[in-house]
């Protein structure tokens, strides 16, 4: 079955650094997909990617490993307004998106 | 980025009434509309995807003759929740793309709360 795993919830601090996995099973591979989601609002796109490495855009980052299923998201600098559930989800071979359940980004002062 | 409004942003009905929601591609030609649902502190399930000018597809387990799609234009798709119950009070969002592999542009989303 097609499958996406990411931590349930994850706290950090305000000015550091933290990384969010994701592994995924998906029957055929047409890219990784990271969305921000804040409370009670529609998802908003921050990257994706298709080839094997690291993306960076800004403070935020995003990697993949096609051969071990394996995705990060970093986010460098940490800012109150991250706090927010961050979803991974790929696309598997007819172009639908596998959805992970999301992962809370708890960020402390 | 491309555009994607969704109306109304919330929508309070009584049971057993029908409610449309519009999903509108605002600066691009949506070859694909997609509907989502999700529940309270759960991930986003996919309820069906529509291309324009044919029939959605939905996904098991969601009952079309309940939730009925129209995908009428580029721009456009409607998701009418018929005959609604309280189960199906959640956020609706429907999201946008404008090929097969490419980014989902998603709405803002419709809160559904049936009394």
């Known amino acids: 079955g097609q499958n996406i795993d990411q931590p349930t919830e994850m706290t950090a601090t305000e000015g550091a650094i933290v990384q969010i996995n994701c592994t995924y099973q998906?029957?055929?591979?047409?890219?990784l997909f990271w969305y921000q989601q804040h409370a009670g609002e529609a998802p908003t796109f921050l990257s994706y990617?298709?080839l094997d490495g690291l993306e960076e855009k800004g403070r935020f980052s995003s990697f993949l490993s096609r051969s071990k299923g394996y995705s990060y998201l970093l986010l460098k600098e940490l800012q109150m307004k991250d706090s927010a559930s961050y979803l991974c989800?790929?696309?598997?071979?007819?172009?639908?998106?596998?959805w992970g359940a999301g992962t809370k980004l708890i960020i402390k002062p | 980025g491309a555009v994607v409004s969704q109306h109304p942003s919330w929508v309070i009905c009584k049971s057993g009434t029908s409610v449309k929601i519009e999903c509108r591609s605002l600066?691009?030609?949506?070859?694909?509309m997609f509907w989502y649902r999700q529940f309270p502190k759960q991930s986003l399930m996919l309820m069906a995807t529509s291309n324009e000018g044919s029939k959605a597809t939905y996904e098991q387990g969601v009952e079309k003759d309940k939730f009925l799609i129209n995908h009428a234009s580029l721009t456009l798709s409607t998701l009418t929740v018929t005959s609604a119950h309280p189960e199906d009070s959640s956020f609706y969002i429907c999201?946008?793309?404008?090929?097969?592999?490419?980014?989902?542009?998603f709405g803002p989303g419709t809160r559904l709360t049936v009394l």
């Open positions: 999201s946008a793309s404008n090929g097969e592999w490419s980014e989902q542009f």
């Open positions: 600066d691009f030609q949506a070859t694909t």
């Open positions: 989800a790929a696309m598997d071979s007819n172009y639908q998106l596998i």
């Open positions: 990617n298709v």
């Open positions: 998906t029957s055929g591979f047409n890219g």
